[in-house]
């Protein structure tokens, strides 16, 4: 059997690539193709693989770029064809890759991981072509019959299969926390909010340190590209973990629930989906943000976690596949 895996970009390392690279492992002989590439921005499997990627590539060197240039992804996916002589494609989308043309006849597994297409637009071309894209991408999956979603209404009326991220990584802290430490993952907090939370949490004699990229806040340490080696020890100091990511995929906050630690994130749809209605702190205004009080179940955050192991993602992805008449047959 011959298959394809469609992804919306290979430029920068994302949750989703997770989910790529185990479908990589299954399918060692796949063809991955993709809007825009840039070799070794994202290491491991997927590099391993044939990677046919549109005219994108020529002019998109990031993430940011890539939302940029969005309004060439309709003329890119006619162009980026998939052969009929591949029998099934497994597409991880972000909003946009199921649009790459392909034949009638091939059999297409649609995994919508997140709709990039409502984040906060970062630039005048996407502010403008925003409605003309989502309508173009609605459209495209409306020509799909195999659908599956990453959570609740991602896509009203889809079967849900859990993302994964590296739960075994992170140790369980049991007891409270035994420093005076603020982490916080920006996410699509603005950076007037995370000024604004940094001098609050300052005034509670509070180290702050700010994941990522350094910005123009004063009193505030940032730590780049993080690996769980450096979060493990920094969440059992933590009496604030700060999730921003409530309109993409809270893997920072799951991380922080797998170490035993509670979360505050802005309440939205998508983050109660992952991470539940009880178990984190939302909040409206950064300025209700504290530390955490009281006496905790924290067992509850880690089995909550867990259930977004890597296991129960390829369980679910096996099922989907026998479903659409493709069974996994692991390759001798």
């Not at 950076?191 to 940094?198: A, D, G, M, N, P």
């Not at 990511?245 to 630690?261: M, Q, T």
């Amino acid at each position: 059997m011959k298959v394809a895996i469609t992804c919306d970009h290979i430029v920068e390392r994302k949750p989703v690539h997770r989910m790529i690279e185990l479908a990589c492992s299954m399918f060692p002989e796949a063809t991955i193709y993709t809007f825009a590439h840039k070799p070794g921005k994202v290491l491991g499997p997927i590099e391993m693989h044939s990677v046919r990627s549109s005219f994108l590539s020529n002019v998109v060197e990031t993430e940011k770029d890539f939302r940029k240039k969005s309004h060439l992804i309709p003329t890119a996916a006619k162009k980026l064809s998939i052969p009929c002589s591949i029998d099934l494609i497994i597409n991880f989308s972000t909003g946009l890759s199921h649009g790459i043309s392909h034949c009638e006849k091939t059999s297409v597994l649609n995994y919508f991981f997140s709709n990039e297409l409502n984040l906060p637009a970062t630039s005048f071309s996407e502010k403008i072509f925003k409605s003309y894209l989502k309508s173009w991408a609605k459209k495209k999956r409306s020509e799909h019959s195999h659908q599956v979603q990453s959570y609740e209404n991602l896509i009203p009326g889809l079967e849900v299969v859990r993302p994964f991220y590296n739960f075994e990584d992170f140790v369980f802290h049991n007891s409270s926390p035994n420093g005076k430490l603020a982490i916080i993952n920006p996410g699509q907090l603005t950076q007037k909010e995370l000024r604004k939370l940094t001098e609050h949490l300052l005034a509670q004699e509070l180290k702050v340190i700010i994941l990522g990229e350094k910005m123009d806040i004063v009193g505030a340490e940032f730590l780049k590209n993080t690996c769980s080696g450096e979060l493990n020890p920094l969440f059992e100091k933590a009496e604030v973990v700060v999730e921003g990511n409530h309109l993409s995929f809270p893997e920072f906050g799951l991380s922080s629930f797998a170490s035993g630690r509670k979360v505050w994130v802005k309440r939205s749809g998508i983050s109660q989906s992952y991470l539940g209605n009880d178990l984190p702190y939302f909040f409206e205004d950064v300025l209700e943000i504290k530390p955490e009080s009281g006496e905790l179940k924290r067992s509850r955050y880690r089995d909550h976690a867990a259930r977004y192991s890597q296991l129960l993602f390829k369980t679910g992805l096996m099922r989907q596949l026998k479903n659409i008449g493709h069974p996994y047959r692991p390759q001798k």
